[in-house]
């Protein structure tokens, strides 16, 4: 029997490292946004219809190409009766919640920390998996994993103010990465009868359709007087839409805790993308002690075994909610 090269480790850690590189250039090409959309990093309810229009429109993205291919496998990215629920779940917590969180959290937290919570989503995947799946049982390779990964993003902002400590900036924060790695969880559990583009093209609309509403009813607006706004937003549109999508695809058909540890790489490729666009220095011996200790923690994670057995049972006896 063939092998599925979705399962195959070099296949996940190359798909799950595109990934996070297109995140990680998230960070620059926002702070371009809200220079363009003339957003001041008060203003919440502007950023949070940003935020949504580039989810909403992500999602319109991975529907539209779902439905390019599934005309070939007849499997569409229809959202049947059976699907509203979960998907909705999985888009209160991947999505909204996630970045309305975020965008009301992270005005009162220092770069330095919010970087630092970042890696709250590996650790929630990683242990929130292991109660959930029997084939993704927690070992002392995956804790020292997450545990070496997190000093290589404490390595890479050591030395930088990290500011105070506050409930409602960095409790925010933090639970906004908590609550994607919670949906990381719910993405995998939601997998049986559904495809990637169905599950990922509708829990970003909703989400992003959400926050966009929120937005608004917060009496949020946004400047489109400079033609480079439909520029940056269709980038972030698509950027997110394909991270995603292949994220979405990976967590259906492997552990989530070897998919979810990528995370970790997230600030790292957000520190290199800010280097090359907005003129920061990168070439720091922190940096580069940073991405060794952080790719040293997702090979451990990795390096623990599976049970591919246990694994497909465990997709067998997930409801069809």
Same mark, same amino acid.
């Given at each position: 029997?063939?092998?599925?090269?979705?399962?195959? +480790?070099?296949?996940?850690?190359?798909?799950?490292?595109?990934?996070?590189?297109? !995140?990680?250039?998230?960070?620059?090409? @926002?702070?371009?946004?809200?220079?363009?959309? +003339? $957003?001041?990093?008060?203003? @919440?309810?502007?950023?949070?219809?940003?935020?949504?229009? +580039?989810?909403?429109?992500?999602?319109? @993205?991975?529907?539209?190409?779902?439905?390019?291919?599934?005309?070939?496998?007849?499997?569409?990215?229809?959202?049947? =009766?059976?699907?509203?629920?979960?998907?909705?779940?999985?888009?209160?917590?991947?999505?909204?919640?996630?970045?309305?969180?975020?965008?009301?959290?992270?005005?009162?937290?220092?770069?330095?920390?919010?970087?630092?919570?970042?890696?709250?989503?590996?650790?929630?995947?990683?242990?929130?998996?292991?109660?959930?799946?029997?084939?993704?049982?927690?070992?002392?390779?995956?804790?020292?994993?997450?545990? @070496?990964?997190?000093?290589?993003?404490?390595?890479?902002?050591?030395?930088?103010?990290?500011?105070?400590?506050?409930?409602?900036?960095?409790?925010?924060?933090?639970?906004?990465?908590?609550?994607?790695?919670?949906?990381?969880? $719910?993405?995998?559990? $939601?997998?049986?009868? +559904?495809?990637?583009?169905?599950?990922?093209? !509708?829990?970003?609309?909703?989400?992003?359709?959400?926050?966009?509403?929120?937005?608004?009813?917060?009496?949020?607006?946004?400047?489109?007087?400079?033609?480079?706004? &439909? &520029? &940056? /937003?269709?980038?972030?549109?698509?950027?997110?839409?394909?991270?995603?999508?292949?994220?979405?695809?990976? /967590?259906?058909?492997?552990?989530?805790?070897?998919?979810?540890?990528?995370?970790?790489?997230?600030?790292?490729?957000?520190?290199? !993308?800010?280097?090359?666009?907005?003129?920061?220095? &990168?070439?720091?011996?922190?940096?580069?002690?940073?991405?060794?200790?952080?790719?040293?923690?997702?090979?451990?994670?990795?390096?623990? =075994?599976?049970?591919?057995?246990?694994?497909?049972?465990?997709?067998?006896?997930?409801?069809?909610?």
């Amino acid at each position: 029997m063939k092998k599925d090269i979705r399962t195959n +480790r070099l296949f996940v850690a190359a798909i799950a490292v595109l990934c996070t590189l297109l !995140w990680g250039t998230a960070f620059p090409a @926002i702070k371009i946004g809200y220079r363009l959309f +003339r $957003i001041d990093p008060s203003d @919440i309810p502007a950023q949070l219809i940003f935020a949504g229009l +580039r989810f909403a429109l992500a999602g319109i @993205i991975v529907l539209a190409a779902g439905c390019i291919s599934g005309a070939k496998t007849k499997k569409m990215p229809v959202l049947h =009766k059976r699907d509203i629920l979960p998907v909705c779940i999985l888009s209160l917590f991947q999505t909204y919640g996630q970045y309305l969180l975020l965008y009301v959290g992270i005005v009162r937290v220092s770069g330095t920390n919010s970087s630092l919570y970042t890696s709250a989503a590996a650790f929630t995947s990683v242990l929130l998996s292991a109660a959930v799946f029997r084939s993704d049982k927690l070992t002392l390779k995956k804790i020292l994993g997450c545990v @070496i990964g997190l000093a290589g993003i404490i390595a890479m902002i050591a030395g930088k103010t990290a500011g105070g400590v506050t409930l409602l900036g960095d409790g925010l924060v933090i639970l906004s990465n908590v609550s994607g790695g919670i949906g990381n969880v $719910i993405s995998k559990k $939601i997998n049986t009868g +559904r495809t990637p583009a169905q599950v990922s093209g !509708w829990q970003l609309f909703i989400g992003g359709t959400a926050l966009t509403l929120t937005g608004i009813f917060l009496g949020g607006w946004l400047d489109f007087s400079e033609p480079a706004c &439909i &520029i &940056i /937003l269709i980038y972030l549109g698509a950027m997110a839409g394909t991270a995603f999508l292949l994220w979405t695809m990976l /967590l259906f058909h492997n552990p989530v805790s070897r998919v979810a540890v990528y995370n970790l790489l997230i600030p790292v490729f957000g520190t290199m !993308w800010s280097g090359i666009f907005l003129g920061e220095n &990168i070439f720091t011996l922190q940096n580069l002690i940073s991405l060794v200790l952080v790719c040293a923690g997702i090979f451990l994670v990795n390096s623990a =075994k599976h049970s591919i057995a246990t694994s497909i049972k465990d997709q067998d006896n997930t409801t069809q909610n």
